[in-house]
């Protein structure tokens, strides 16, 4: 494409700049890792492209900097930075005016990402666009192509290729405060603010503000420690080895179809056409949810039997979430039911705590759970699934395997997560910022 680009006089030409700096194996190689993760998140193509362009944007740096100032360069390998986070060590240094060098304009780094997505679709059979509507527009954005997903499971010796580049800690995260940045304590990552709204004024307003609560809420959220909860992932992972398909697990083996009919029988062929498409489709739609499931397994495997913590940060309203991706504790079920505390807690039969230990089962089940059958499943709960049926089943598999042992005897240890919701977070947030007393009732904003 850029041989046969050099000779046409078109716009598509300063996109060259870049990818003749970069080579194309390198683009290509960031394309592709950039598009698997892109297209397990659903990314929109507006989004994915700017991503993609500053990823440009980081690995040009790089190399200028090892044209340019070659001992800065030297430094950066010799402190052993971990390859996905020596582009932000060396912004840094550069703010520090301890290297400088002229970047390619922002609009040509766009349109060479815009070249590499075209490319890639068109090219390869990894991904494919899916095109649906908002309210006002049509909105383009990636999926998996039917197969990656089992060739991605194959690809045991890149498995870090598909891991999120920020991870749980095996220490406690830093604790913040007004003039001190919590989270990731090492100073190889690109630290992420207190705020995820990137907007300076609203970073310039917040720091050095004293506020304690705030610091207080998420240093006792990220300083509670984790664990993999092992008993639920042995099933998960017996049931996908198997591809069993239960409890929300998606079908990870392509659809077979019957001998294509003869052209003479026109309606069966008709009908057979119809029948492929729309089971390929179907297939090609869970993509996203097959890679979702092998991300989070993997990340259960690698963490299992550690202790671990989730740095967390607060979005422009207050809301807190953990950083890490995909393997979390305000993930989907499948993902929540993976974690257990690494501390225990001690409920006696008949207390306060018994009473609402016993109300969040049946709250995941969505109603009065049948006699025996937490028991049951607590035996052999790849026997018995009909866990399965349960409003939250994951969840449920966990609280059920932690219940039927506390049943028996209340001095066994409880460590699975025992959560609650809000009652309608937009109006409750509305109320706080209105004093509304009457929605503040309501909504469960102020005690009773």
């Not at 240094?93 to 780094?109: F, G």
């Amino acid at each position: 494409w850029m041989d046969k680009t050099r000779t046409e006089s078109s716009i598509r030409v300063e996109s060259l700049e870049v990818l003749d700096e970069l080579q194309p194996e390198t683009v290509a190689a960031m394309t592709i890792q950039h598009m698997l993760d892109g297209a397990t998140r659903a990314l929109r193509k507006t989004t994915w492209i700017f991503k993609l362009a500053t990823l440009f944007r980081e690995e040009i740096a790089l190399r200028e900097m090892r044209k340019l100032h070659r001992p800065l360069f030297d430094r950066l390998h010799s402190a052993q930075v971990p390859a996905r986070f020596r582009s932000s060590v060396a912004e840094r240094w550069r703010k520090q005016d301890l290297w400088s060098w002229d970047p390619p304009l922002r609009t040509v780094q766009i349109k060479a990402a815009i070249v590499a997505w075209h490319l890639a679709l068109t090219d390869l059979d990894l991904f494919k666009a899916e095109l649906y509507r908002t309210k006002n527009r049509a909105v383009s954005s990636l999926a998996l192509a039917p197969g990656v997903t089992e060739w991605i499971e194959k690809a045991h010796n890149h498995q870090e290729a598909f891991a999120p580049v920020y991870l749980p800690m095996v220490q406690e995260p830093g604790k913040w405060s007004s003039d001190r940045v919590g989270g990731y304590r090492s100073h190889m990552a690109r630290r992420k603010p207190l705020c995820m709204m990137q907007r300076r004024e609203h970073v310039k307003e917040i720091s050095g503000i004293e506020m304690p609560k705030v610091y207080g809420a998420v240093n006792l959220a990220q300083g509670t420690p984790w664990r993999v909860n092992a008993a639920v992932y042995e099933v998960a992972k017996e049931l996908w080895d198997t591809n069993a398909q239960i409890a929300g697990l998606p079908n990870r083996d392509e659809p077979s179809f019957p001998e294509r009919p003869p052209e003479e029988q026109a309606d069966n062929l008709k009908k057979w056409k119809s029948a492929k498409t729309e089971a390929l489709e179907i297939f090609t739609r869970n993509g996203s949810s097959r890679l979702r499931h092998l991300q989070v397994l993997e990340l259960a495997r690698r963490f299992g039997g550690k202790t671990f913590w989730f740095p967390h940060h607060l979005d422009f309203r207050g809301r807190m979430y953990p950083v890490p991706a995909w393997l979390n504790h305000q993930g989907p079920d499948f993902a929540k039911a993976m974690l257990e505390f690494n501390r225990t807690s001690r409920v006696l039969h008949g207390s306060p705590e018994a009473e609402r230990f016993e109300e969040y089962g049946a709250g995941l089940w969505k109603g009065e759970i049948p006699s025996g059958l937490v028991e049951e499943v607590a035996r052999d709960p790849l026997d018995c699934t009909a866990w399965k049926d349960a409003d939250k089943p994951w969840q449920f598999l966990a609280w059920a395997l932690d219940a039927a042992e506390w049943r028996e005897s209340e001095s066994h240890p409880i460590r699975v997560p025992v959560s609650s919701d809000g009652s309608n977070n937009g109006l409750q947030i509305y109320a706080l910022l209105m004093r509304d007393k009457e929605l503040a009732r309501r909504t469960n904003v102020t005690p009773g």
